[in-house]
């Protein structure tokens, strides 16, 4: 009891006794404690804030360097955006009012940032925490997540007012512009562009940020919508700077419609391309004036300098077609963006003396001298003379800025220049306005007078000009020689003129027609002296061959063509004989001959026609009028071409007769296009027991001489056999077969005559050389050959002992076998395939591949025997009958046919090269070439190549705008995929 007293005592007065608590138990509790509020103090520190501060107290203060704060303000650049070592970097400009930093985020947070278009743009009100960085003269940010970066304001609008200028005070807005680029430019922040809206030009800037991951066409003349944020660049020139492609769209200038002169104007606001003849040029308020016509109606068309200075006045004058696009204004006058010469002429040197104030807004060139260099503010003012007058010539700033150094170098008093432009009035007097670079030639010396432009006058004015040096333009009608001076005829006029000044006309490049611009001095208006001569428009010569030339062409200019027989030197004089065609070269030309042709060339010659000893006779008065013909080898031809052709032609034909005359044979053919008679020597006629008259013959045929070089059977007719009573005389030049008893044989010499008789009669059999056959009488002879007359009877013409067949030949009813393509390597004579056609092509003939169950082969065959592709294509089945020792395909039947598969042009693939196919459009081009015909077509998927060879197309004519359609077989040139139809008859002109 004595110590619960005391313990009692512990405790203050008033308090009772409590109960007794476990100590150990707190540790444990303290320790939670402890560990909760940590943890309280971290999500407390990582919901904080870092410290909004101002530019001005973090810029250049040490203490802040990779210090974490926020900065709020408004962007003030446009966002930047780098790539190195393939990493992106953007930047933009915060200015919160005391001062700007430059905020910088890298890779990868810049690439999220362009990924998902969180891009701060000029006038955007932001919120961004960063990292400071701060230098010794520069303090920089850094951001360093997206989620600090926040926009308290974005300058965006869906529906933007469009604008036609901008002015300052216009920063900060988001506007938008619609016009014609005229000017485009790939600078490191973007693509800058100019836009013409009509009233004034916009500069518009499309971000590299914004091209990054998007691809924008845009080029000078488009139409552009561009809506964006109004930016001072350089603090003083406002551009709009574009902020989202998704409202940016371009008008293609392709895509702008052609509008007639007429109703241009009543399309105010509209894109469009028109097209007229330049009248005039002229200035107005930093724009240049163009005037287009039709004739009847009349249109100003404004550009800038940039857009006009790509017509080189040099090169397009007034009455140049020109193609000008850009947006109709409501002045009715087009703001031009583009313009493009279709057609244009070349303008003319004047002499000063000629401008006049009438021709005002003209195109004119000048050669002249400078008088005087001035220096007008940033332009330059020359003072030029040639002798007939002086003229100021006005080169403003831009122009000058063109100018090389070269060509400034050479502005110098004394010296020569050449310049262009269009001719101004500056109080009261002509002045010439170069508006392009290119319009001005400094020639780096003195222009002396002959070089200055005489008036060209036509023969009507010549009576205006007597006694004074002109420029006579006129047509070439002849040229003739006497007494040391050579005569041209010139639009009835005759021109004295000197050797020295006519060579610089080629006969072989100018015949007659050709337009000449003579210097001549007037005696009277029939009567000129020339000085000098240009060729201003050749007329190549027609070229002839020799036995074309007669006396009636006295005086004309001819280009001949044939085969050197003769060459001989006469006193320095050349005489070349082509055929019996003489060819004078005077000594003077003869020591200048650039090639001196050799008997058997082929050369074609140019010169005028004079008579010598009553016989026509070509004079050579230039070094280079006369030129080897190289052969390339034969071209496909037809018979017509024979006519005009020097080179010789591959052609097609079918035989008619044979004859023998002085040791050569004559063979009669013909074509689609005419008859003719050609020579062959003995080695090139056909085995007459394979091939008679009536077969189809490739043959190359010299065209001069008229002699066959090479020759092949296409189609072979075998020769019909006839009773020997049966050959008469009206069988002339026919070739037939016999099949009878030798009742007769005599050697004559080397060769060997023969009575054949089947028991209808006999006939007389000729066989040259064949005095060495084993033949005797009564021995039963199969041969072939050509029927002639000897002796009032017809008589059988065996011209090669290897169509002489003695008893035991195969009967010539024989069943010809049918074998496969396997077998068909080691077949001979002739068989039967039935095989599926697989393709066509042509190499020197036409090669048709076929296939069956053992294999395939590649044929030569007759074009004549290919059928209609309308009807029978490549997957037909056919039956064949092909000659195994010539090698070639005689007969084609189609059992079962495949039509070929029509397709659209733009579908016609390489990879179907050799299939036959049907394709239908429009000609947009037609070329015509000496032995081909090759149209462009399209149906609208895209254009098509057709070459028809002209022993196709016959006397087939083509034009733009017709619709054809053709089947043939696919082919290659060059890469470029082409339809060759092999038959009149799959082409139809609708």
Known sequence: MAGEKEEKKLYYHGLKEQKKIDVSKLKYLSLLLSVIG?????????????????????TGSYMMNYAVVRLSGTVASVPYVSESGGKLSLTFTIDDGTGQMDVRVYSPLADEMIEKGVIPFPGDNVTAEVQLRVRETYTYAMLQYLEGLKFNGKLYSENPPTVKELTENMSNTYVAVHGIVTEFSNVSSGYLLTVDTGVAPVTVLIPRVLLIKNNVSVKVGDTVYAPGVVYLYKGTSPEIVVRSLGQFNVTPIESSPLVSLAEASGYV???????????GISYESGRYVLTLTDGTNYLDVLVPREVLADLNPFEVGSGSIIKAVGKMGDDGRLVGAYLKALKPVKTEFLPVGVLTPDMKGTVVAVKANVEEVQKVGSNLKLVVSDGTGKVDVFIPSATLRELSNETLTGLKEGLGVEVAGYLDEYRGSPEIVVYTGAGVKALGRPVSPSEVQLPQV????????RGGLVDFVGSLQGITYANGTYYMSVDGVTVSISRDALIALNPLESGEGSVLVIRALVKDSNDLKGESLIVQAAVPPVQIRPDSVTADMVGKIVAVA??????????GNLKITLGSLSVFVPRTTANELAYVPQE??????????????DEPEVVVFHPEAIKKIEQTGPVEGTVADLKSAVEPLLLAVTWDSIAYESGEYYLGVHDGTGSTTVTATKDLLPNPLEAATGSTLKIVVDPLSGSATSLEIAEALPPRTYRTGEVTLDMKGKVIALNATAVKVVAVGDNLKLT????????????????????????VVYTAGYVEEYNGAPELVVYTPEAVKVEGVPSQGETTREVTVSALSSATGQVNLTVVWDSLDYDNGYYITVSDDTGSATLSISRELLPNPFEAGTGSRIEITYDADAKKVVSLTVTEAVPSEAYKTGDVTLDMKGKTVIVEGTIKDVYEGKTFIKLTIDDGSGELVIFIPKSVAGNMTFSKGQTVRVGGYVSEYKGTVEIIPYTADAIEVR
């Open 38 to 58: 940590v943890a309280v103090l971290l999500v407390v520190a990582q919901g904080a804030q870092a410290p909004l501060m101002k530019v001005s107290d973090v």
């Open 562 to 571: 044939g085969r050197v027989t003769d060459v001989a030197n006469l006193s």
């Open 756 to 779: 054949l008789d089947d028991g209808s009669g006999g006939i007389a059999v000729f066989i040259p050389n064949g005095a060495g056959l084993n033949i005797t009488e009564g021995s």
């Open 600 to 613: 058997g060339d082929l050369v074609e010659i140019g010169g005028y026609v004079e008579l010598y000893r």
């Open 458 to 465: 036509r023969v009507s004015e010549l009576g205006k000009y």
């Open 269 to 279: 606001g509209m894109v469009m391309s028109v097209q007229g003849n330049l009248m």
